[in-house]
């Protein structure tokens, strides 16, 4: 079957780094995406990995290894508007989406 | 702007009565999708469709029908609501259905509850 996993919720400084992490279980693999959902508000894209490594992309990186089920998305210089719930989704063979029940990120002074 | 339009924003209803969500896309997207999404729970894909005029069933489309008559809409129907329907729905499009690089573009989503 499929699996997908991340924390349901974490709490970090502004200014600090923070890393949220999704461990997955699928018998089949066409990529990794993370979406960033603001409460109330439509999810919207962030990131896409389909091959080990990091992916950088602004504030924002994120990292794939397809051996260890295990992806991470790595926020730095954290600003308030970085709260919001981050939502980790797995693309399996048939090309659906498996969705993370996301990870409410909520940033303090 | 382009984007995704859904209508109605919330809606309150009562138990047995139908109703339909209704999206719209102007970006000519070829594929469409409906999600639910409940609080705890992943988002749950409830019906798509890859291309104008087919459609198919997701994760948990008992209750609720659709269909893609053309490229821009594609309207979800509650034929006789129940209290378990309640949740908000997203309407999702992208441009293709079987890329491992399709992103996906939501609506603002809908409110519903059901009493």
């Known amino acids: 079957g499929q699996n997908i996993d991340q924390p349901t919720e974490m709490t970090a400084t502004e200014g600090a780094i923070v890393q949220i992490n999704c461990t997955y279980q699928?018998?089949?693999?066409?990529?990794l995406f993370w979406y960033q959902q603001h409460a109330g508000e439509a999810p919207t894209f962030l990131s896409y990995?389909?091959l080990d490594g990091l992916e950088e992309k602004g504030r924002f990186s994120s990292f794939l290894s397809r051996s260890k089920g295990y992806s991470y998305l790595l926020l730095k210089e954290l600003q308030m508007k970085d709260s919001a719930s981050y939502l980790c989704?797995?693309?399996?063979?048939?090309?659906?989406?498996?969705w993370g029940a996301g990870t409410k990120l909520i940033i303090k002074p | 702007t382009a984007g995704i339009t859904q209508a109605p924003t919330s809606q309150i209803l009562a138990a047995g009565r139908s109703m339909t969500l209704r999206c719209t896309q102007d970006?000519?997207?070829?594929?469409m999708y409906w999600y639910r999404q409940d609080l705890g729970l992943g988002l749950r894909l409830i019906h798509y469709?890859?291309?104008?005029?087919?459609?198919g069933k997701g994760e948990v489309p008992d209750g609720y029908s659709v269909s893609r008559a053309n490229t821009d809409d594609f309207p979800l129907t509650l034929a006789s609501a129940v209290p378990s329907q309640t949740s908000v729905y997203f309407c999702?499009?992208?441009?293709?259905?079987?890329?491992?690089?399709?992103?996906?573009?939501f609506g603002a989503g809908s409110r519903l509850t059901v009493l």
């Open positions: 999702a499009s992208s441009e293709g259905s079987r890329s491992g690089a399709n992103v996906l573009t």
């Open positions: 970006m000519r997207h070829n594929a």
């Open positions: 469709s890859n291309t104008a005029g087919t459609t």
């Open positions: 699928t018998s089949g693999f066409n990529g």
């Open positions: 990995n389909v």
């Open positions: 989704a797995l693309m399996d063979s048939n090309y659906q989406l498996i």
